[in-house]
Structure formats: structure tokens, C-alpha cells
């Protein structure tokens, strides 16, 4: 007898039902924990903010723009440390109100975060079948939870504006050969200086034009800025760059950086300059190599994502809202253990890291910690992975951190507007 088709099993009203419930269940639930998560932030009161707003008021009075400082209770002074490119965009804020100028800070950030989680999640969602709008707003409720973010938008930081233009060079414009390919990698790099080390990431990575074009654009940046302040310009590049004491003091808990962490556990005296510097070389050989495998292997996300991490590691400075990196990590995590299939050792191992960073990184260093205001000599094991968290979280995602081993397709952005969202 010839076999029966066997028809797939039907889904009724009462299961679909059931599934919207769950997923409605499950937003309510993430959104209803944001409010939990950023009520201790609020203590920061937009702090970085003012302080650029009031720089900015004392620079259009006439005063030599890195004169400025401002005591604090916990880093004892603070200056500004931007660019001169940076201050020339942030000038306007000299003559906005407090209000609006929170506005014009947060709303943009809130953008970002939408737009560039979903350049993230989107081709993840659609490749493995999953459903794309349930997904997508799971994702950036998840994004806004993370500490990092959290701290970008209570303290008032550009650092969202950042990762869209390395986001939307790294991942669209540089894959697709566009002819401005590196801009905005120039752009970042002219407005901050940690996204430099994405100029060292085209360049291993041998994306010889883009590098050319992304130095070209900081350089005209730094030109222009020179061009309409030139005192400022010439005391920062010969100066203020190598004034780390500027910025706060190193060994505060909130900067996860590899100096962070020896000045932890040498203070109350500075870290040995030979030992960092080793630290450093051995690092970034080692990430940028690993980023550089990545992307010949066509995972243009996880190259990038390991050269944010090693730009975190070897920085002087790197404090927790610098680190937006975790949340591309997590991502490719999840993408290489869906793609690991059902019930693998592999699968279950990509899993629980993806779980755990996400942990490590909602839960955060320094939202739930009272860490002090004096110096403290850390010398406990469990002082030292407490409040080195994030340094060991990235020396662990650097070594361990998984290329997806396939040519990916270039994505296009107009593909992820394409309105095939599945419920």
C-alpha cells in the first residue's frame, strides 16, 4: 500500500493565543525591570553632561577650553578631555537649557539603541526563522538593561553616536566596498579617541582604502578644529593627551581597563609603566589577530567585536559606559550556538556563556556597588574578580570567542527594512 501523507499538525487559536500571551507576558516583564535598573543610576544626575554643557559655557566666555575643571567627590577634579573636534559639536550646548539639552542627548541615544540592535539581532532572527518583531523588542529591552547603557544615558555620553558610525562603517559600508567606507570610523576616531584602534582593525584586517579614508576624515576633523581654535588644539595633541590624571583616578573601580586593574592592585602607588605596556603588546597582537581571522572568514561582527574589546583592554581609561562591546559578543554567542544544533556539548557551552556575560553585564560593576571614595589596595580573590569583572569578561571573550565560520552575506540596509516582521 502506498504510504499516507502525513499532514504537518495544525497550530489552533487556542495554541497562537497562548504564544502572544506568553511573548506579551514576557515584555511586560523586561520593561517592568528597566525602571529597578536605573533608579540607582539616577543618582548621576546627567553629570557628564553638565560638566560638558558648563565647559562649553566657559569656553564661549573666552577661557582656554582645557582650563576648565570641576571638583568631584570620588576623582577629586575633573576636566574636559575630549577633542577639540568634539568640543566644536558639542559648542551649541553652551546656550541650551538643562531640559533641552537632556533631550537632545537622550533621545538620540534611544534611537541608537533601537537602530543599532537591530542591525545587530535582525539578520539573526531571519536566518534561523525566528520570530522578527517579538524578537527585535525583546532585544532592545535587553540592550537598554545593559550597565553600560544604562550609564551612557544617566551620565549624559556621546557613546552612542560612536557606535553608530563604527556600526554602520564596519558592518555595511566597508563589506559592501562603498566608496566612503571609513568615515565613519574617521569620525569616531576625531570625536574620541577610542575608536582609533578600528583604524588598526582595517588595516589587519587589510581594507586598505577604508583605513586611508578613515584617517583622512580624523585628520580633516582635527584640521577643522584646529583651523577655529588652534591654542586649544595644539595644548591638547601636545599635552592634554597624555595627562591621564585628568580624567579621574585610575584605580577607581569603575575603570576596566588592564591599567584599571594593576592600578587596583598596586595602589595606592601607580602601576610600573614596563609591565602595562607588555600587557598591552601581548593583548592587542593577540585580539587584533583573532579579529583579523574573523573577518577573512567573512564574520565581519565578531571582528569588530574583538577589536572593541581589545580597544577596552589596552586603553589607559575605559570606563563601564565605554563598553558597549559585551552586546555584539552575546549575539554572535547566540548565533554560533543556534547554529551549533539541537542537544550539542558545543551548543549548550555557547549558550550558557552568552547567559552568563549577559548576566555579568545587566548586573554591572558599579551600579550595585558602593565602592568608596578612598584608594584600596585590592589583594582578596573575590575583591579582585568583583571589581575587575568586565577586564576578566573581556580577556575571556577575546581567547574563547567564536568566528562564525561562513561567508556571510553583505547585508544591505535597505534588506532590513524589508517588512516581512513574523509575529
Do not use: C
Request: hydrophobic share 55%.
Amino acid at each position: 500500500m502506498p504510504a499516507e501523507s502525513v499532514a504537518p499538525p495544525a497550530v489552533s487559536h487556542d495554541d497562537a493565543g497562548g504564544r502572544t500571551a506568553r511573548r506579551v507576558v514576557t515584555v511586560l516583564a523586561l520593561a517592568a525591570l528597566l525602571p529597578a535598573l536605573y533608579l540607582p543610576a539616577l543618582r548621576h544626575d546627567y553629570y557628564d553632561l553638565k560638566i560638558y554643557m558648563r565647559a562649553m559655557d566657559w569656553w564661549s566666555a573666552g577661557h582656554p577650553l582645557y582650563d576648565y575643571v570641576q571638583p568631584d567627590r570620588v576623582q577629586g577634579a575633573l576636566y574636559f578631555t575630549y577633542p577639540p573636534f568634539a568640543a566644536l559639536l558639542l559648542a551649541p550646548f553652551a546656550h541650551l537649557r538643562l531640559g533641552v539639552a537632556i533631550a537632545a542627548f537622550v533621545l538620540p541615544t534611544l534611537a541608537g539603541v533601537v537602530v543599532t540592535t537591530r542591525w545587530l539581532v535582525l539578520p539573526v532572527l531571519r536566518r534561523h526563522g525566528l520570530p522578527v518583531g517579538f524578537g527585535l523588542t525583546v532585544a532592545v529591552l535587553l540592550v537598554l538593561a545593559v550597565e553600560s547603557t544604562r550609564e551612557t544615558i544617566t551620565l549624559g555620553q556621546i557613546n552612542m553616536l560612536l557606535v553608530v558610525l563604527i556600526l554602520a562603517d564596519l558592518l555595511f559600508a566597508v563589506p559592501q566596498g562603498r566608496r566612503w567606507a571609513g568615515v565613519g570610523v574617521g569620525l569616531a576616531a576625531a570625536l574620541k579617541l577610542f575608536p582609533g584602534i578600528f583604524v588598526l582593525y582595517l588595516l589587519v584586517t587589510r581594507r586598505w582604502r577604508a583605513a586611508l579614508v578613515a584617517t583622512a576624515t580624523a585628520a580633516a576633523a582635527t584640521l577643522l578644529a584646529a583651523a577655529v581654535a588652534p591654542g586649544d588644539s595644539w595644548r591638547f595633541w601636545t599635552h592634554e593627551l597624555w595627562a591621564t590624571d585628568r580624567v579621574g583616578r585610575t584605580d577607581y573601580t569603575g575603570n576596566q581597563s588592564l591599567f584599571g586593574l594593576l592600578s587596583r592592585i598596586t595602589a595606592p602607588a601607580e602601576p610600573g609603566r614596563l609591565p602595562w605596556l607588555l600587557l598591552v603588546v601581548l593583548v592587542a597582537g593577540f585580539g587584533l589577530w583573532r579579529a583579523a581571522r574573523a573577518a577573512r572568514a567573512g564574520d565581519a561582527l565578531a571582528g569588530l567585536t574583538l577589536t572593541g574589546l581589545v580597544g577596552g583592554l589596552i586603553s589607559p581609561i575605559t570606563w563601564t559606559h565605554h563598553l558597549y562591546w559585551f552586546i555584539p559578543a552575546v549575539v554572535v554567542l547566540v548565533d554560533a550556538a543556534l547554529d551549533a544544533g539541537r542537544a550539542t556539548r558545543r551548543r549548550r557551552g555557547l549558550l550558557a556563556l552568552a547567559v552568563f556575560t549577559g548576566v555579568v553585564i545587566v548586573y554591572g560593576v558599579v551600579t550595585f556597588q558602593d565602592w568608596g571614595t578612598g584608594t584600596v589596595h585590592t589583594d582578596d580573590p573575590v575583591d579582585f574578580v568583583v571589581r575587575n569583572a568586565y577586564v576578566l569578561l573581556s580577556l575571556l571573550l577575546l581567547a574563547v570567542l567564536p568566528a562564525r565560520r561562513r561567508a556571510e552575506k553583505v547585508v544591505n540596509r535597505t534588506d532590513l527594512v524589508k517588512d516581512d516582521v513574523r509575529g
